[in-house]
């Protein structure tokens, strides 16, 4: 068995927990600094609480970490360039969920002097998009746009913002204040976020789609050159992004971010019936001729070994699992940067985890999406 630290018993980092320490490949520790949060943990033989204190550094945390194999931060966005510099004192890989381009960029630069894997942004956008988006482009001679939508929304919406809360408070705010990166006329810019605003319908739903910072991963430097169009949106339904703007920038709350935190967890509810809305279109030349091909789909919550997990728990939780059992598996490089879109998606697709971003396909066709032409939910 593999020992893994998993850093943040919060929602999405027990899931993960449950998941590997479930395989039998895998014994976990768990490390928070919240009494609560690690008593509420799965009882299993593999799962190992573990507490932190504020005065836990250097040596302290090797200690902790010392014969991990792998590292998968579930903490706040703004601790991970921390963590994965303890993994890399430690030799042990390194995985996070987070969002937030600086600390990506930071973690790239650590990488170049790093012996094993650091492999950020392994959540659902940034993420398993970037796989899926990356396969897509492979059936094109040439490529035009790609278009990235996601959501994490309620089922049933009944305030003006037609959200309730099912992930991290301080990462949604990250995403609609931090600037955006896109390609634009072939050219890589920033894009303010909650701009862009478009209306579209995925599988017979209208949403709203807005510029939010981080989904878009590290696609702008994999096809910089190759698009004359690339873009990451967020989902909503309809109304959203004006409410939000009147929050952040006519009560400028952007300036006070954890008074707006504050506000919207004393007034949205948490939701455990939320969907997960994917939807991922690319347009290029093939044969001549300019084409268009997409991937939709929903996800919704399950239940995990007795437990029912939301959505974004399982789809969130099930890509870091599977990006760390390919690593396991030496299927993916065992040092450097590794960017998302250098999984290749028929291996995530048989993988135990990523067997839940498996598209819906027609039986009748018996389409393979191995072959990026068949790659969409019918």
């Not at 929602?11 to 600094?33: E, F, K």
């Not at 836990?56 to 966005?77: C, H, I, N, V, Y």
């Not at 952007?254 to 967890?265: M, S």
Request: proline share 4%; glycine share 8%.
């Amino acid at each position: 068995m593999q020992k893994i630290a998993v850093v943040g018993a919060g929602r999405i980092g027990t899931t993960i927990a449950s998941m590997l320490a479930h395989t039998g490949d895998y014994h976990v520790h768990v490390l928070d600094p919240h009494d609560q949060a690690l008593a509420a943990l799965p009882k299993h033989a593999a799962i190992v609480p573990v507490q932190l204190t504020p005065q836990m550094e250097g040596t302290d945390l090797a200690a902790l970490l010392a014969g991990s194999f792998a590292l998968l931060s579930a903490a706040p966005f703004h601790q991970m360039q921390r963590w994965a510099q303890a993994a890399v004192a430690v030799g042990a890989h390194y995985l996070d969920l987070t969002e937030d381009i600086q600390s990506t960029q930071a973690i790239a630069a650590l990488s170049q002097q790093a012996s094993t894997a650091l492999i950020p942004q392994c959540g659902l956008a940034p993420g398993f998009v970037s796989i899926a988006a990356h396969h897509l482009c492979q059936a094109f001679d040439a490529l035009d746009t790609v278009h990235l939508r996601v959501g994490a929304l309620p089922r049933c919406a009944d305030n003006s913002l037609g959200y309730q809360l099912s992930w991290s408070t301080e990462g949604v705010i990250n995403e609609y204040c931090q600037p955006c990166e896109a390609i634009v006329d072939g050219q890589r810019q920033s894009l303010p976020a909650l701009q862009g605003l478009e209306r579209l319908r995925v599988l017979g739903q209208d949403y709203e789609a807005f510029n939010t910072s981080g989904g878009v991963g590290s696609l702008v430097q994999s096809l910089a050159g190759q698009v004359r169009e690339l873009n990451y949106k967020t989902l909503r339904y309809p109304g959203h992004a004006e409410r939000m703007r009147f929050l952040l920038d006519e009560l400028r709350l952007r300036d006070q971010r954890e008074l707006l935190r504050q506000i919207l967890e004393q007034a949205l509810p948490a939701t455990e019936q939320d969907v997960v809305v994917i939807f991922i279109s690319v347009s290029g030349q093939q044969g001549g001729r300019l084409l268009q091909r997409h991937y939709a789909q929903e996800i919704y919550g399950t239940t995990l070994h007795g437990r029912a997990i939301s959505a974004i728990q399982s789809s969130t939780a099930s890509s870091i699992c599977a990006v760390l059992d390919l690593l396991a598996q030496g299927q993916l490089p065992q040092s450097g940067w590794v960017r998302q879109e250098a999984i290749a998606l028929p291996l995530f697709l048989a993988n135990r985890f990523g067997a839940v971003y498996a598209p819906k396909v027609d039986c009748a066709h018996s389409a393979d999406v191995a072959d990026p032409a068949h790659f969409r939910s019918l």
